[in-house]
């Protein structure tokens, strides 16, 4: 069965330090994998997706990266956090092709002080 | 421009007694609908789908109902159980190009039943 990772569980920084969150996943090959936020009393905001290794698509400008440097591997980046970073960072991984649901990792609650 | 609506914050119900969960959406070119449930601090879990070809999917206690010419869909939960209280996010997917691996999700509704 796979299973997807993604660490750390909470994270506080302080503004203008970099931040790094991983993830992967285990019990599949070729994923399309993704980055979402989950901001205080909103839905779930699409960040980055990638369809393959060192294939990323940006959905909207930001303070933030991302790379997929293998294949179950996906990086959520930053080399200076602002406070409007602050959220819940939620990694989620689909079977590439055809109408296949989304599964999500149980998230990272980013707090930039 | 919000193309997933659900314009119910929060809906709360008696155990035992059906949840009916709604969305709408502006957006034509979706073809493809998902229901998730998310509990406090912890990622959304995929609950039941249905695509456009279809008016109905049920999966146990769970059902989604798709109006494509009121471009509307509903999840209904029969019959509800405490352990269902929870967020639950309506998401679709279009069928464009680029955007056929993007999931576009609503607010949210919270789900509380009631023992």
């Known amino acids: 069965s796979q299973t997807i990772h993604q660490w750390p569980a909470t994270l506080v920084q302080p503004v203008g330090s970099p931040l790094s969150l991983e993830c992967t996943v285990e019990g599949t090959s070729n994923p399309n994998l993704y980055w979402y936020r989950q901001a205080a009393g909103r839905g779930l905001q699409l960040l980055f997706y990638s369809v393959g290794i060192g294939q990323i698509s940006s959905e909207v400008p930001q303070n933030l990266s991302a790379s997929r440097p293998q294949d179950r591997q996906f990086i959520l980046s930053s080399k200076k956090l602002l406070l409007s970073d602050s959220g819940f960072y939620l990694c989620?991984?689909?079977?590439?092709?055809?109408?296949?649901?989304?599964?999500f990792g149980n998230g990272t609650r980013l707090t930039v002080t | 421009d919000q193309q997933v609506k659900q314009n119910s914050p929060s809906l709360s119900v008696q155990e035992g007694r059906i949840s009916i969960l709604n969305c709408d959406y502006t957006n034509s070119m979706f073809d493809y609908f998902l229901w998730y449930k998310k509990y406090p601090a912890e990622g959304p879990t995929f609950l039941i789908s249905?695509?456009?070809?279809?008016d109905k999917n049920e999966d146990g206690r769970f059902t989604v109902f798709l109006n494509k010419s009121a471009k509307h869909l509903s999840l209904h939960i029969v019959p509800s159980q405490p352990g269902d209280s929870a967020v639950y996010f309506c998401?679709?997917?279009?069928?464009?190009?680029?955007?056929?691996?993007?999931?576009?999700f609503g607010k949210g509704t919270l789900l509380t039943v009631n023992p």
């Open positions: 998401a679709a997917r279009g069928n464009s190009g680029g955007s056929n691996y993007k999931l576009t």
């Open positions: 249905i695509s456009s070809i279809k």
């Open positions: 989620a991984w689909s079977r590439a092709g055809g109408n296949s649901p989304l599964h």
